[in-house]
């Protein structure tokens, strides 16, 4: 986050017992903003959007994190020093972390050595296992997000409001943002696959399993921050609640923190002593560490955490040596199943009736055909107004929208080479989808059928219950009956339910050792954050448009308090002969020339708010209607 700026016209003075300063820039849930309490203590508060604000189920997450977080303690974890979710609009302040954001340092500075990458790890995993102890995940974790300050590195903020993310997808960021630390580049190479290139090869297995594009095989982020800690240290912590911790995490700090510590310490951070109260001294920046001798570690041994049988906050841990080929471990199950769930039948019926009722939901399809690489796609639906979006991997990959209510259809082409993605190439332009191969897909029906047919003809072998991402599940194994072109064809089965009857993940194929189909399933009812972000209005010269990200990696919340800001400024500022950069908070948003969008209509898109300027590789697109 970057440091201290002027505070913008119309910011309030005061927010709860804090006198402002600035602001620091835009959080995954609003606007936040440097400030002093009382004693002249420096704090980043940060105000829910308007957006969310009048959103009930969003004010009460709010709530619960704001509750949960207080007082959770840890090292790197973000401090939460009050909060107040009951006032008009919410908020929640955090002790400031002065320093560079880790995006900012790698511009400035490259990679992190390995010691300093090591830390960071260790830091930044015990961060999110601190979160997850306490029930909460971060859902927000890049290198934007992260603050390296003079004692370690540390999350800004408390994360963003993503309904959808888990615990799992944290461990993925996780395994991201240390693969880019380390490499100062994307960790996803052209195919969409980790790129560990460059990575200290003792961190490499740690990092793959985390990055698993299973989510089921990725190991816990408790997992992850005990094994580091484990193998960075001649100590035997197997005895050692997590918790207890914190000062073998510190004295790691202290030894391999201290280059980055003084880099921190030296960061500017804007000119707090402005607004700080007469009466108080602004609060100085934590010293950086002497220097430490180097060599005091071997490198990290290949590890890969494989699970976590809880204890209370501080647990038992399984790690093991790998030469790259371990195989995932399967969920833990239990002897006892739960009975509140009802029955396979009552379950499967509950989802196909979920399906022709939600709001929302992801299906993330996975195709194992034999070949080198199986085939993935992506199916994600939004209703008010229906929009389905059709991702598919290839060469070019191809994300194809298709709005029922209209019959309007849109597709762009993505290709492995960023080069290739220039100009109009990477937008959205008109194209037929009724008569289409894959107009079948676009389909409520087509996102149930699986469960249709377990519906008319499975039969169930097996029920156990298993934690999955930390969450109680239920597991059915059994076999059913899918029709084929050949005929019919009989398919063994595994479905993960959550307690709540939401489908979490299906396999099934001929092979039940070796699923041709694996399915998971998120973003129902609404807790979608991820591609389909919903309308906008007041876009200049469509009034409404569709707000749709083009990667998982952009935040449907952060887009859309970055887009409502840009929108809500007056027209003149946005409307133009040719894109109209504006920087709102970090997002950079602008509108498509005036020719493109009113006569040539070369392009469905008509503005868009990215975080990357000038690539504009992740944004959310304004996208018409018609």
Sequence with gaps: ??????????????????????????????????????????????????????????????????????????????????????????????????????????????????????????????????????????????????????????????????PGADSAADVAAWGALVAAAGTGRSPYGPDGAPDLEGVPASLRPMLSAAMDARPLARPEAESIYRGLVDFAIDQDIRSVPTEDLADTLRGLLSSLWADVARTAAGWPDGDWDAAAPPSASAAEAPAAMGSISAGKLAAVIAVAVLGTTGIGVGGLYTARTVAGDAPAPPPSPSPSPSPELGSAEEVVDGIVTLFEETDSYRVEEEVDEGGPEPRRSELVFRADPDVFLLIAEGEPGTQTLWLPDSGAGKQRSVYSDPALNQGLTDHYIQAQVEGSPWAERLDRDAAAAPFTELAESMEVQERTDEQVDGAEATRFTGTFTTAAPEGEAENGFSLWVAQDGRPLRLEYGADPEAPTFTLEYSGFDGDLDTWLCGTVDGVPRVDEAMLVGTSEEVSCASARAATETYLGMPDDQKAGTGYVVEDVDGWYCGLAPTASVDIRRDSEDVGYCGLDYPDLAQRADFIRLD
């Design 1 to 162: 986050m970057a440091g201290l700026g002027p505070p913008a016209p119309g910011d309030p003075a005061r927010i709860g017992p804090y006198r402002l300063a600035g602001r620091l820039g835009q959080g995954g849930w609003g606007t936040v903003y440097g400030a002093h309490d009382a004693s002249g203590r420096r704090v980043a508060v940060e105000v829910l959007a308007p957006a969310f604000a009048s959103d009930p189920g969003v004010r009460e997450v709010f709530a619960r994190r704001a509750a949960a977080l207080q007082g959770a303690g840890g090292v790197c974890a973000p401090e939460v020093v009050s909060a107040d979710p009951a006032a008009d609009p919410p908020w929640i302040a955090t002790a400031h972390s002065p320093g560079p954001d880790l995006e900012s340092y790698l511009r400035a500075h490259g990679p992190l050595g390995p010691d300093a990458l090591l830390a960071f790890a260790a830091g930044t995993a015990e961060a999110v296992a601190r979160m997850h102890a306490v029930g909460a995940v971060h859902g927000d974790l890049r290198p934007g997000r992260v603050v390296l300050t003079a004692t370690g590195p540390r999350p800004a903020g408390t994360g963003a409001p993503r």
